[in-house]
């Protein structure tokens, strides 16, 4: 199990394994799921409300799909832990936490001075995800 | 033309900052070279054959003209004194410095310029028609449109690292000057039988491999969805999109292997989705844009008429001036394509004086063309004169425009790190063999692109005559392909027979030329004679 490095949330982090998709249809009891590439993270929306955790896995940070899962997960309104683990680079951690991670936990360890000036860089973002609780700057161009 | 405010100038400005932190961390050995590669792609900066090339961002290809002249200057500064302009409407610097690059986009960012996402598996840059806002046929300026995607797109945290490169192109004419159904997704704006304006969506064309033309996949988006459903076609597509085999990751093949229907029944699922969270831009917004684009102060009541008494003059303009919405006013396309030059490139001192000639005789206002020429999109035909002599005097008078000597050609083995043949000196040769103005004038309008590889960035699949260089046993070998066409007609070529040697296909296409001129009926051009009679007289003539 990687450390999680970096968390932005008040609760308890949840400690249980994570099983795979597949087995956690078929556990009535478990909390934590972890998503590979490739796998549907819409399969999981009937059982948000007994979820705690949910990994998205990133063999390789190039490999974009956990961006939309974890964008489809928040969008249904979960609201437990998303975290990160993997091949995580500097460079996309202020994207995931627009897509809704919350928790990073990558194979290698970030510096951590990098990292902070990753998340705290950009004061604005074009889009709205309706996730991440950003403003957009077409709404700050026309505040309701 | 689109001014940024204080919120586009500081993401560009923390762009620059970001990538400045990056290239630090890459100099230091924090980053190796194989973790910097997606970083800078994502920023334009590839590395070529012998340095560092950085592709600058032309959105839809318009331009200021202090914008275009701060290019002349970074030619100078920082490259060996040219740039080359692509068929995506940017601008490429070949000799560049991996330390100087930040210092670029510094300079740049002064101007509301940028690379970003110019390369690397993300949104592209949004192409649009060249002659947008200044056409007599198109139904209403496409560029707000583009800008709106343009912003939506930046940065946009889902779709950074799609499976492959996706490049969105706007229009807004029934006549199709942007190759719009080769793109990843094509939209052309249209009018519905309400009157309201809307966008049609097309999606999976592409040229590559695998070539393909995009299908129609909605009828009409009401401007107040454009924004989400595109984003549900990009969510499809990033889910979905092979990540197995980087030949088959393209949009296009995703839409071939689902089929179209499925595709399409797939995104109207997603779309039905995603018109439930809140992500839509005001149409507010979209009016704040369309600000941007008004009218220039264009004079009323001027004269059409035009002094035609210089031969050399009256050549130009029959080439290479189009009508213009306004009376009175010309759009005229500057050739980057001298006798025997290198198609797209120019000189920091041509850039400069293109830049000054935009400034005072067009609004402003200059474009760049996928066809890798400059556009003076409203030009005074009182004023027609001047300009043209100005540009005489720098070599950019070149009369020309589309026809065989305007070719449009991808840098190839002289620079490329994937061809397999030079693109160039093909070029060159052709350019040399049909350079009489009175040949050009005789073989009319003749398309031709070259690539040197099957990626094809030369376009070869939709050249009225294409040409691909490969690699046969070690030598430099040319496939010649005829009948592609990227306009409301667009078609794609068929290779005709064996490939040749440079000579040899020079020599095929001016063969190919005779059959045209001696089988051609009326008005028809090169392409509709080839349509008429077939591929057999062609290659009986080429390789009887």
């Known amino acids: 199990m990687v450390d999680v490095q970096f968390r932005f949330r008040d609760d308890e982090a949840v400690n249980d394994p994570a099983v795979t998709v597949d087995a956690f249809s078929e556990q009535s009891n478990a909390t934590a799921v972890r998503i590979e590439p490739g796998e549907d993270a819409r399969a999981l929306l009937p059982y948000l409300d007994r979820i705690a955790l949910v990994e998205v896995n990133f063999p390789a940070w190039t490999d974009g799909r956990g961006y939309s899962a974890a964008r489809i997960l928040r969008e249904a309104g979960y609201a437990g832990e998303l975290r990160g683990v993997g091949d995580l680079v500097i460079d996309m951690l202020h994207h995931m936490r627009r897509c809704g991670f919350d ?42 | 033309m689109y001014k940024y405010d204080e919120y586009d100038q500081q993401m560009v400005d923390v762009r620059v900052e970001e990538f400045r932190d990056q290239v630090r961390r890459r100099v230091s050995g924090e980053l190796t070279e194989d973790q910097f590669k997606p970083l800078r792609l994502q920023n334009g900066l590839y590395l070529q054959l012998h340095a560092y090339m950085l592709r600058v961002a032309v959105p839809y290809g318009t331009l200021s003209g202090a914008q275009m002249h701060l290019l002349g200057d970074i030619a100078d500064k920082y490259d060996r004194g040219y740039g080359h302009f692509t068929t995506r409407q940017n601008i490429q610097y070949n000799w560049i410095k991996l330390e100087e690059t930040p210092d670029i986009l510094a300079e740049l960012a002064k101007v509301e310029m940028h690379a970003i996402q110019t390369s690397g598996n993300c949104i592209r840059n949004i192409s649009s028609d060249q002659f947008a806002g200044a056409a007599a046929d198109e139904i209403i300026d496409p560029r707000p449109y583009a800008e709106l995607l343009r912003q939506w797109s930046s940065f946009h945290p889902e779709f950074l690292v799609l499976p492959r490169k996706f490049k969105i192109c706007v229009i807004a004419s029934e006549t199709d000057r942007a190759a719009m159904r080769l ?41 107040d969805q454009l924004i989400t459903f595109s984003e549900a076609c990009l969510r499809v597509y990033n889910r979905y999109g092979r990540r197995d085999n980087k030949y088959k990751a393209r949009i296009k093949i995703l839409v071939h292997e689902l089929g179209r229907d499925e595709y399409v029944r797939q995104v109207e699922e997603e779309f039905a989705h995603l018109l439930t969270q809140p992500i839509e831009p005001p149409l507010a917004e979209l009016e704040r844009i369309k600000a941007h684009f008004v009218d220039p102060a264009f004079e009323t009541g001027l004269s059409n008429d035009l002094d035609l008494t210089d031969p050399d003059f009256r050549l130009w303009v029959e080439r290479n001036t189009t009508a213009h919405k306004v009376p009175g006013y010309v759009i005229a396309t500057i050739s980057l394509k001298p006798v025997g030059g290198i198609p797209g490139d120019a000189s920091a001192d041509q850039i400069r004086l293109m830049a000054k000639l935009g400034t005072e005789y067009s609004f402003d206002e200059l474009r760049v063309t996928h066809a890798q020429n400059i556009v003076l999109p409203h030009v005074k035909k009182a004023d027609l004169y001047t300009v043209w002599q100005a540009l005489d005097e ?120 005779q059959v045209y ?28």
Request: hydrophobic content about 40%; charged content about 25%; proline content about 4%.
């Open chain 2, 394 to 513: 720098a070599g950019l008078a070149t009369a020309n425009l589309d026809t065989v000597g305007d070719i449009i050609a991808c840098p190839g083995l002289d620079y490329c790190s994937l061809a397999n043949a030079r693109s160039i000196p093909v070029a060159q040769k052709i350019s040399e063999r049909f350079g009489s103005a009175q040949k050009q004038a005789e073989i009319g309008e003749l398309k031709l692109k070259i690539s040197g590889c099957i990626n094809a960035c030369g376009h070869h699949h939709a050249g009225h005559i294409g040409i691909l260089g490969v690699d046969k046993k070690g030598l430099e070998n040319y496939q010649l392909l005829f009948g592609g066409s990227e306009g409301a007609d667009t078609s794609l070529a068929k290779i005709i027979g064996p490939g040749f040697t440079e000579d040899g296909v020079v020599d095929a296409i001016e063969k190919a030329t």
């Open chain 2, 183 to 223: 793109h990843d997704i094509g939209i052309k704006m249209v009018r519905n039988d309400a009157g309201e304006i809307g966008a049609q969506f097309y999606a999976g064309g592409g040229m590559g491999r695998t070539p393909m033309i995009a299908p129609l996949i909605r009828e009409f988006v009401p401007l």
């Open chain 1, 103 to 144: 928790a990073f936990a990558p194979d290698k360890a970030l510096n951590t001075t990098d990292a902070k000036n990753a998340f705290e860089r950009w004061d604005n973002v074009y889009q709205a995800t309706a996730i991440d609780g950003r403003q957009a700057i077409w709404a700050k161009r026309h505040p309701a």
């Open chain 2, 517 to 544: 001129l001696a089988n051609k009926q009326g008005e028809e051009r090169f392409l509709d004679t080839y349509r008429r009679i077939g591929m057999d007289p062609f290659k009986e003539a080429i390789y009887g």
